[in-house]
């Protein structure tokens, strides 16, 4: 019988050495494996396969796919200028309802196909909660055009709802660092009683002191497309709170505003 995974190329390499146990080749094996990574050259993919059915007796062979998690959009004019439908994979906007919305109007990005995860291990919640029927929820914003190219907004965890409007913060960040003063950007909902959620920013200057936080405010607020998007405050910090590759953490940023609140929104 021949065993097949579809694989990351990164995910791969982290798995494949310690998969094969006392039967692993030696570190420059694996120096060699994660040379390739990012990008993997298929040959190498064959003569692991061959290592693999050498050592445990049976053949195996690997396919290579995109990641599903359409995250980390450094521009919302960006397109994904590639039909994901040509590699198999069936892509629908979605709200909240899990309702089809039509091309241009901006909902969750849902996708369906034999590369796309069946869901959680042993979880059945959490399955259920990223699902609409057979549709994995990604947890990307994101719109179609009428030409079925997909583009990418922000993260559905990210959005602001204000008084019963979706506020982006990518639409924000993108106007806020524009300034020269500005080296980093992130905002990011907290309570308001009027509104529910009203949206702040916190900043890392370039240079310390270089601009007051409520000049930085009237500007950005000055500049902004709707008043929906006008920022309640600007919080200036030294850095911001990050994961181990290096990524932001909003949800930190978040936290002492929400703290002792039922809801997070």
Same mark, same amino acid.
């Given at each position: 019988?021949?065993?097949?995974?579809?694989?990351?190329?990164?995910?791969?390499?982290?798995?494949?050495?310690?998969?094969?146990?006392?039967?692993?080749?030696?570190?420059?094996?694996?120096?060699?494996?994660?040379?390739?990574?990012?990008?993997?050259?298929?040959?190498?993919?064959?003569?692991?396969?061959?290592?693999?059915?050498?050592?445990?007796?049976?053949?195996?062979?690997?396919?290579?796919?995109?990641?599903?998690?359409?995250?980390?959009?450094?521009?919302?004019?960006?397109?994904?200028?590639?039909?994901?439908?040509?590699?198999?994979?069936?892509?629908?906007?979605?709200?909240?309802?899990? =309702?089809?919305?039509?091309?241009?109007?901006?909902?969750?990005?849902?996708?369906?196909?034999?590369?796309?995860?069946?869901?959680?291990?042993?979880?059945?919640?959490?399955?259920?909660?990223?699902?609409?029927?057979?549709?994995?929820?990604?947890?990307?914003?994101?719109?179609?055009?009428?030409?079925?190219?997909?583009?990418?907004?922000?993260?559905?965890?990210?959005?602001?709802?204000?008084?019963?409007?979706?506020?982006?913060?990518?639409?924000?960040?993108?106007?806020?660092?524009? =300034?020269?003063?500005?080296?980093?950007?992130?905002?990011?909902?907290?309570?308001?009683?009027?509104?529910?959620?009203?949206?702040?920013?916190?900043?890392?200057?370039?240079?310390?002191?270089?601009?007051?936080?409520?000049?930085?405010?009237?500007?950005?607020?000055?500049?902004?497309?709707?008043?929906?998007?006008?920022?309640?405050?600007?919080?200036?910090?030294?850095?911001?709170?990050?994961?181990?590759?290096?990524?932001?953490?909003?949800?930190?940023?978040?936290?002492?505003?929400?703290?002792?609140?039922?809801?997070?929104?």
């Amino acid at each position: 019988m021949r065993r097949g995974f579809t694989l990351l190329e990164t995910v791969f390499a982290g798995i494949y050495e310690p998969a094969l146990g006392p039967y692993a080749p030696d570190s420059k094996w694996y120096e060699d494996v994660s040379d390739q990574v990012p990008p993997f050259d298929p040959d190498e993919a064959t003569r692991l396969a061959a290592e693999y059915e050498a050592t445990h007796g049976e053949p195996i062979s690997f396919e290579f796919s995109i990641p599903v998690g359409l995250a980390e959009v450094e521009d919302s004019a960006q397109v994904v200028k590639e039909q994901l439908g040509a590699v198999g994979i069936e892509v629908e906007i979605r709200d909240d309802a899990g =309702h089809r919305l039509l091309p241009g109007q901006n909902g969750e990005i849902c996708l369906r196909g034999p590369k796309v995860t069946q869901g959680y291990w042993n979880d059945p919640e959490k399955t259920a909660a990223a699902f609409f029927g057979d549709w994995f929820r990604t947890g990307d914003v994101g719109y179609l055009d009428e030409d079925g190219y997909l583009y990418l907004v922000d993260r559905v965890k990210d959005m602001i709802d204000s008084g019963g409007v979706k506020v982006y913060p990518k639409d924000i960040e993108e106007i806020a660092v524009t =300034h020269p003063a500005v080296r980093e950007v992130a905002v990011f909902g907290i309570p308001d009683e009027k509104w529910g959620e009203t949206p702040v920013a916190a900043i890392v200057l370039r240079e310390r002191d270089s601009v007051a936080a409520e000049d930085l405010r009237e500007w950005i607020n000055a500049r902004v497309a709707a008043t929906y998007q006008r920022l309640a405050r600007v919080i200036v910090m030294d850095e911001f709170p990050r994961n181990a590759a290096g990524k932001t953490l909003k949800r930190e940023l978040r936290a002492p505003f929400w703290k002792g609140r039922e809801s997070t929104i």
